[in-house]
């Protein structure tokens, strides 16, 4: 039995092997439709969630299956104080596979120590979040035709964002990357993230202006200021509009440049880009569900 709670935990070839069925699901829908039939999944939602928990709940019932669980930590019988671990072992009775969410870094690994069914870790804290990283190397592969030999720049918050984090961590995998840094100086890339690409010889540069950097880039990666990771409203506030990206700005990229965004957005992308061709985010969306479709069917060994 296989958990998934860091993406560095699929090798290049799960993920190639994953991108591949996630490209035949979308080719061949009607094929998968009975594939998990009696199977349940259980999502357990300690955090806030639109895209994740129901693409997830989507691809399962996509897959035949059926879906039970919370969307708020509140609804559950963590507001009573029960643990993540029993939570974990009271929901392996219930379902054959969980996706938790927890506001915690380290509470689905807790989790998948305890379950005694696969555990996906469906974001922690500000730690990690790899299947938004299997969406968003799905929509990279689809849009460039390759995860190799591209530059890619962060926009944003680095420090909080754990789709930033999960995603550095796959592409440093990926032959001829290199990485652009975008952020304010108080959300720069944590410096354990930047000791791996040092490790690793990955080069990268770090800069404050999203209008210098924006002409060298394959693809933007756009992220929101995280605020529920803040301590202080008025550093959030000071700092939540530190980049919009507009149709101006955006005139100053390569026209076949891929603007992906984890979502959900709030001020960093002007909707009027959304009509652009580049804007793939909504696309990267859609992605999202196709991936987490064939996760669950690597994780139940279903095939
Ligand atoms: N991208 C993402 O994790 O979105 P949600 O918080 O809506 O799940």
Do not use: W
Request: contains cysteine; charged residues 25%; glycine residues 6%.
């Amino acid at each position: 039995m296989r958990s998934l709670i860091d993406i560095s935990e699929l090798s290049c070839e799960e993920v190639d092997s994953l991108i591949a069925t996630a490209n035949d699901i979308i080719a061949h829908p009607d094929a998968y439709r009975e594939k998990c039939r009696g199977k349940k999944l259980a999502t357990l939602f300690f955090e806030p969630s639109t895209r994740t928990r129901l693409s997830f709940e989507a691809a399962m019932y996509e897959l035949g299956g059926n879906v039970i669980g919370f969307a708020a930590a509140q609804n559950s019988s963590a507001s009573k104080g029960e643990s993540v671990s029993d939570t974990a072992k009271v929901i392996s009775c219930y379902a054959d596979i969980i996706a938790m969410r927890h506001p915690k870094e380290g509470a689905p690994l807790v989790a998948s120590r305890a379950a005694s069914v696969p555990v996906i870790n469906a974001g922690d804290g500000g730690h990690s979040h790899p299947t938004q990283t299997l969406a968003d190397l799905l929509t990279i592969s689809r849009e460039k035709g390759r995860l190799t030999d591209l530059t890619v720049g962060f926009c944003g918050d680095l420090k909080f964002g754990r789709t930033v984090h999960s995603l550095i961590a796959a592409l440093s995998r990926c032959p001829g990357i290199r990485f652009v840094l975008i952020s304010p100086a108080e959300l720069t890339l944590p410096g354990y993230v930047k000791d791996t690409l040092d490790e690793k010889g990955i080069p990268y540069e770090e800069t404050r202006s999203l209008e210098d950097a924006v002409g060298s880039l394959d693809i933007l990666y756009m992220t929101r200021v995280q605020q529920e990771r803040f301590f202080n409203e008025e550093e959030y506030l000071r700092l939540k509009n530190s980049y919009i990206l507009t149709p101006e700005k955006l005139r100053l990229a390569p026209p076949d440049m891929s603007v992906l965004h984890p979502l959900p957005r709030v001020n960093e992308i002007s909707v009027a880009v959304d009509d652009d061709p580049r804007a793939c985010y909504f696309k990267q969306v859609l992605y999202g569900k196709y991936m987490r479709m064939a996760l669950i069917l690597m994780l139940l060994e279903v095939q």
